[in-house]
Structures are given as C-alpha cells and as structure tokens.
C-alpha cells in the first residue's frame, strides 16, 4: 500500500538537508485491532551492533497525518527494533515509522500497519420460520457489526442447500434496536414452501460467515405441522393448547386456538403440541373432558388403559398406587383365583404364589400369612415347620431370668426371649440338646474340637488334665510311630518334657534306676557310671561301705575291682606309690618292701630277686630263672608264674565259642551242651595267674525271680538259670605268690559246690572256671550284665545286647530271646519295646479293669478306636478293621454281629429299617360272552 501523496511531499520536504541512514524494510504484524496498543517488530539495517544511547521511533498517521512518539522503544539487534503504539489508531488507518538513532534521524518506512476491525460473526436469526409468500423482517444478532455508514452490503442466499445457492439483497437493511443486531426485510415473492435463506455481512470487505443450522441460523418458509396453528401475529406456529389436538396442516392465520379441531374426550389426554389425543395409560383414569393428563389409581385399586374411573380390588388382593391389576401378596396362596392366607409354619415370600411353603430346618413361622420363615437363634436348631427351635447337644443354653414378681419366662419367636446356645469349648462336651452347662472332659480324657457330645479317652500312658483338648505323652514316657504310641522310657533313659519324641540317655557318671524316669540322678562322690547306667559303681581304686560311701584306697593299698568292701594291703615286695590304685607293683630287683608299702627299699638280692625269711634270694611268682639260674626275668603279658622259682612262665589259655554254641534267633534254643571259655588274660607284665576279664553282676542270684508268669501275651517262661559267676572270676593279682595259689584253691572248692546247683539250665552247665557271659548277657567292660527289657543276646560272651524287632518284645532278665506280639495285630510295639501296647482304645475290657485288647464282633477298630457298626452294617468277628454292609432284604441295627431278615411281607432297601413290600397289581378277568 502506497503513501498518500501529500506525506510524502511533506517527509521529503522535512528530511531533504539530513543523511538518512537507518530505513525501516518491514513490519510485523502488518494489521492488527484498531483504537489498542499493539507491539510492532521493525526489521531493517544498521540499527547499530550494541543498544544505542538514544532511540526515538515516531509513527504518522496515513488519515489524518498525525505524528506519535512510540509508548516505548527498544533495540532487539542490528536489524530488528520494537515500538509499542498508541491507543488512538482507527479502523483502516495505516501508520508509518521513521528511526532516530543518537540523534541522527533515517528514512520514512515504506511499511505500514494497518488497523483493522474484527470480521463480523452472525450468532442468531429472528424469527427462524415463517410464512411463505409474505414479506417478514428478520433480525441479525452477532458481534463486530459496524455502524451502517461502514457497511457495504447485507445479503442473503437462497437455496436449500448451499452447494449452489442464490444471492438476493435485503429489501430494505440496518442496524437494529441495539448493539450487535441487524434487520433484512425478506420480499414476499422471494419465499416459498419450504426455501430456506443463509445471511452474510460485508463490511468493507471484511466478510462474515454464511449462517448456518438454526443457531446461528438461517431462516425457513414453512406451513404449520400437525399439532399447531398460525397466529397472524409474527407469523408464528405454535403449540395446540393441552387437552386439544391437530392432525392435519394449517394455513389459517388466527389469533384463537380453535383451529386445533379435537378436543380430547374422557380417559383421553393430550400434552402441549399434540396432533393426537392418547389414551390413559393402565392404572391411570380421566373422567372429564378436554383433559391434559390423567390421574393415577389409588393403592388397591387398578384400570386398564383408557379407562374413566379405578376397580376396587377383590378379597385379599392388593395393589400399589398406579396398578394395572391387583395382585394376591406374599404371605398368600393363589388358588383357582382365591388368595387364601398361608397357615403358621408356612410361608410365601413373592406375590402371586401358588402354593405355601413349609419352613426349612433351623427356622419357623408361629402366625399365619408369613412371608419367609424366621431362623432360629445363633446355634440354635429346628425340624422346620412351626417346631420350636433348641440348643443341640455340644452347645450349652443359658435362659434370661424372668422377673420374680411374674414368675414365668417370656417367649417370643418360638425361642426363648434372650436365650443364647454357645458352642461348647474344645475339652468340655453336652450330651444332650437344650443343657444349660458344658460339662468338662475328666481327667485323662479330652474333646479335641469345640461342639463335642463327649470326651474321648486317652490311649495307653497317654495322660490329660480335666478340660483338655488333646493328650500329652507324660514326661518320662516317648511318642513313637509318628505320635500315636506313648511308651515308659527304660531304666538308664529319661524324657524331662511331655511328648519327647526320644528318651535320652543318662550322661556318664549318671544314672535312673527304674523305667518311666523325667531325669537322671548324679552318680555319689567318687560313684562312676558309664552313659545309660541304672545304677553308680565305686569303682576299682576305691571301696564302698554302702550306696552313699565310695572312699578312695590309700598309697600302700588297692583294690581290683569296682564295688569292692574293702581296700587291701600291698604284698611284701610290692607297694603301691599312690592312693586309688587298682594293683601293686612289684619291687625292681635288689629292692624290697614290707606288705602295705608305698616305695621298695634296696636288698642285697639280684634284679628282680626278692630276700627271703631265711636271708636267701627268691626269684619271685609272676618271674621265671633262667641261665642257669641266676637271672630272675618278670614273665612278659599273656604269660603267668604261679610259684617262686619257676622255670619258666606259662601261656594263659584262650578259647572262642564254638559253631555249636549259637543259639536260634527269637527261639532261646540251643544245641551246645558246653560252652568255651572267653579269652583269659593278664593285664601286665610279671603276672602270677591268668584271671577272666569281667565278673559276673550281683544280680544273678536273682535269675529265678519270675516275670509276668501270668501274662497272656509271653509265649514261654523265661527264666534264666545263670552261673554265680562271682566266685569263678580270678581277679588279676600280681605279686601275691602263695596266697594267690591259696584262693585258687578255694575256688576250685567252691565250683564243687556250685556244680551240682539246682538253679542251673542244664543246656547250659559251665564250670566256674570256665569264665563264661551266658547268654542273655553281655560284657560291658570289665563286668557280665543282665540284657535290659527290650533286648535279648543269643551267644555266650555277647559284647552287646540286640533291641527286639517290632511286633516283639522282651520283659525278663537275661532274655534269650523276644516274645512276638498276638497275631491279630491287635498288640503292637516297636523296636526295643518291653511290651505290646493295644492298638486302639480298649474300653470295653473285663470289669476288674483290665484290658484284654478285644473289640469285640459288633464293632471295628478305626482311628484308634473300637467303634460299633453303623446301622445297615456288621462284623461277625472281634478285632474286624471294617463292617460289611447287609445283604438285599437284610437288615442290622448298630453294633450287630449278623444281618436279620425282614419280617414276611416286608423288605429292606437301605439295611436299616423294613418296610411293607408293594403287592403285585391284580386285574379280574372280564368275564366271558
């Protein structure tokens, strides 16, 4: 856009002596909102590298060549500046910049910005429909319309669409009554039926949008629709009046509503606008005339559609308000369109039943017309029906107390009022329904879940305080077979807590002296005991005068063997340095000792000669001469001299047991008629006899005391008929010379005596020198000792004692051999046991309260227990594991042995009850022409 020229004349004239050097090339933006500040970008070149030290940027106005300072200036870069403009700038006018940097001003710009108005924007059309045919004014509504003077043109288009539409000017065009409206008279020969008109406005060539749709809109020419009339006033279509309609299409122009034809006759309706009158729908009436809605039936009462009025429903039907029919109501039965009241201990719970149900278990109805059943309190019981609810047995019922001024108690709902049925705890039980207490399990008994009709007793050595919920296996017993057997710990073994898995052994220098023990004792001072013990011992070194006295032997003294009397003095030429000593050691040679020595003194005899009474020199027992007889050399270990002045020493003997000395596993039976003697041995060097290395325990004189002679159980009598082998043990003495040949006289005296001893099994008769550990012991140390219950040893001189098997056990002294349990696998027991235990809970024993491990026909052994049969079934032996069911037409009560016919006429389906068999049909035969 160029200049006007008389600007130019004048710049040209004001500018022409300066230099111009800063030209301003564009602006930006170049149009923008007229009478507000806008920030303008000049771009040009040489505005400088750094901001200036002054700048002024001044516009004039194209109109009316007036010149403004910017509101602000500022320098962005070399080629950009930016000004901030007045407010004062007008629609369509154009403003132009020059640029006055320190002084020195530069060029007009050839740029301008243009201020410019908003295109308008058409938001509204009024009125949207109209007659054909006829001339109407229809207003504009929007924003940005000019004043009239700017406006170039308001046109309209015709078409029906706007894919080719048809420019027509207004008739006559303006501004309207107020801001943002317009007016376009339509000419009456431009409409027809059914033409629709869009709008535009151009103001100096900013141009709206075409109006579209309704709002903003464009205007139709149209004829009323069904259901409304034409007012001469505006030409306007409008609504029938309610209670009126109108079917067809109106050209009638009329003030009054009379033209809409129908009025809507009774228990008929219409809304506003109706081209129709509609029926009142069901369960709603109109009795008048003219009406525009209907009312709604009162409750129990209902009509049908279009009805003028409400039917009363009949006996015992009912309804809600607004009903199109009645219904016969819960608590009801419909039958051949009665509705008769359900009965108490019935109920219906929906409209419309036809039938009346009875109320299920554990709830009841008391009055009649019930529309559910009410369940019986928390835990409570019922047959169902109107039967009155209980508290079952395993529960207990606590009744509130009734005021003693009335002196009975309330009812309500068939329970008692306020009555509670509580569970009963795990340990206590009811029998029976309705009891007021739980009664607590006794002693040794228990219920191990809550609700129990009955305590359970313990199994065997299984034990329980009253009011418990499990048993314990008592300290000083062991659960096995995976907790279900509870058995007495040994002697020698203990169990400190209830349900060990295991009896621990006793520790070394402890011990238990009877079965069923909770812990060990501590072996006296100076008592040894090994690991397992069921008794201390004073040990070798020592003496005893008692089971609490074990007195240490002084230096000079010994003693050989554990559980001594008494200590003994040193031999002559013997001593013992230090106090416990278990033997005497011999003087070395040139040197001798008085009897009770502590140290040898030296002699004038040889090495290893000892003086004797005549001044002599004797080469001592347990020595041998050689060379001639002036060397006097200790005999070597496993070698002996018995008497002084030997020749030579002698080898000790040693013999094993022969094949023939096994005895039969699990039988106690044996072939030998003589059994071999164990090794015999010395323990050093300058040994005067070779001694048996054990000794018999004190316990064999007790060999004959009887086990059990009675029990049921043992297949044989175990008695073991055992050597005194007390007085056949040498003990090793070395040193003692001609008072160790006295006692072996002695003994060989005594074995005279025992040999005919009528306690002896004469399967196996053994001198006493024979040095034998029968069977049914073992040699634990230096000492031959009883198999403990539980275990049994079948050879001679046995190092250990084997446990019996399961379904074995062993309860005499010195077993041979373990007696197997009953065969019926009624008595059970596990390895090592000293007993069988029943397999299950024997209660049904003998009166005198033992047990004999029978359950009895009638009954089968499940879980532990004896329990009868079920009804329908039976066991026809004792000890069964399962019942057989009843045959066809059979049947058994509990606890049967057999199953019974029916009585004649009657048969058994389920083996429980019999009922009356079903006669055969019968048909007469016709009788014959």
Known sequence: ????????????????????????????????????????????????????????????????????????????????????????????????????????????????????????????????????????????????????????????????????????????????????????????????????????????????????????????????????????????????????????????????????????????????????????????????????????????????????????????????????????????????????????????????????????????????????????????????????????????????????????????????????????AAGTYSASADSTTCTTCSANSYSTSAGSTGCTNCASNFVSAGGSSACTCPAGFALGDGGSTCTQCTAGTYSASADSTTCTTCSANSFSTSAGATGCTNCASNFVSAGGSSACTCPAGYSTSGATSCSQCSAGQYSGSADSSSCTNCNSNTFSASAGSTACTNCDGGKVSSAGATACTTSGCPANFVSNADGGCDCPAGSALSNGGTVCTPCASGFYSSSKNSASCTSCSVATPTKNDKLKPGSGKGKSSVVKPATVTTAATGATSCGCPFVKDDDDHDDHDHHDHHDDHDDHDHHDHELRATRSVRQLDIGRGDRDRDDHDRDRDDHDDDHHDDHHDHDHEHDDDDCVCPAGKFIDGNRCKSCPAGTWSNTVNSVSCAPCSGLTYSKVKNPTTCTRCSNDGAWLSIAGSSSCTCSFADNDGPKDGTKDCKCQAGNYISGGQCKPCPAGTYSASINSVSCTNCAAGLFAPAQSKSCKACPIGSTSNDGITCVKSKPKSFQPEKPRV
């Not at 004039?60 to 950009?80: A, F």
Request: glycine share 10%; aromatic share 10%; charged share 10%.
């Open 1 to 424: 856009m160029h200049r006007p020229f008389f600007f130019v004349v004048a710049v040209v004239a004001l500018f022409s002596t300066a230099s111009a050097v800063y030209e301003v090339d564009s602006v930006s933006p170049s149009t923008g909102k007229y009478l507000q500040a806008q920030v303008v970008t000049l771009t040009g070149a040489d505005f400088g590298e750094t901001s200036p030290g002054s700048l002024v940027i001044i516009y004039t106005n194209s109109v009316n060549g007036v010149v403004k300072t910017c509101g602000s200036s500022s320098w962005i870069d070399s080629t950009n500046l930016q000004c901030t403009t007045g407010t004062e700038i007008d629609a369509y006018q154009f403003v132009y910049f020059t640029v006055t940097i320190d002084g020195v001003p530069g060029e007009i710009s050839n740029a301008a910005y243009q201020a410019l108005p908003p295109a308008p924007v058409i938001t509204d059309v009024f009125p949207f429909t109209g007659p054909d045919s006829k001339s109407i004014k229809i207003t504009l509504t929007g924003t940005d319309f000019p004043v009239s003077t700017q406006a170039n043109s308001l046109v309209f288009y015709k078409s029906t669409d706007l894919t080719t539409p048809v420019p027509y000017g207004c008739s006559s065009h303006g501004p309207g009554t107020g801001a943002g409206l317009y007016t376009c008279t339509v000419n009456s020969t431009a409409l027809k039926d059914g033409d629709k008109i869009y709008f535009k406005i151009d103001v100096r060539g900013q141009v709206s949008q075409i109006s579209t749709g309704n709002y903003p809109g464009n205007f139709t020419a149209s004829r009323c629709t069904a259901g409304h009339y034409l007012t001469s006033v505006n030409y306007q279509c409008v609504n029938c009046p309610a209670g009126r309609a109108e079917s067809n299409f109106n050209k009638v122009y009329s003030a009054s509503n009379t033209n809409c034809t129908t009025t809507c006759a009774p228990g008929k309706y219409s809304d506003v606008g109706a081209s129709a009158c509609s029926n009142c729908a069901a369960g709603t009436f109109q009795s008048n005339p003219q009406s525009s809605s209907c009312g709604t039936c009162s409750a129990n009462t209902y009509s049908a559609a279009a009805a003028t009025t409400c039917t009363p429903c009949g006996s015992n039907f009912v309804s809600s308000a607004g009903a199109s029919t009645c219904t016969c109501p819960a608590g009801f039965q419909l039958d051949n369109g009665a509705c008769t009241q359900c009965a108490a201990g019935t109920y219906s719970a929906s409209a419309d039943s036809t039938t009346c149900t009875s109320c299920p278990a554990n709830s009841f109805s008391t009055s009649a017309g019930a529309t559910g059943c009410t369940n019986c309190g928390s835990n409570f019981v019922s047959a169902g029906g109107s039967s009155p609810c209980t508290c079952p047995a395993g529960y207990s019922k606590s009744n509130p107390q009734a005021p003693a001024s009335i002196g009975i108690r309330l009812f309500s709902n068939n329970i008692d009022s306020g009555a509670t049925c509580t569970q009963c």
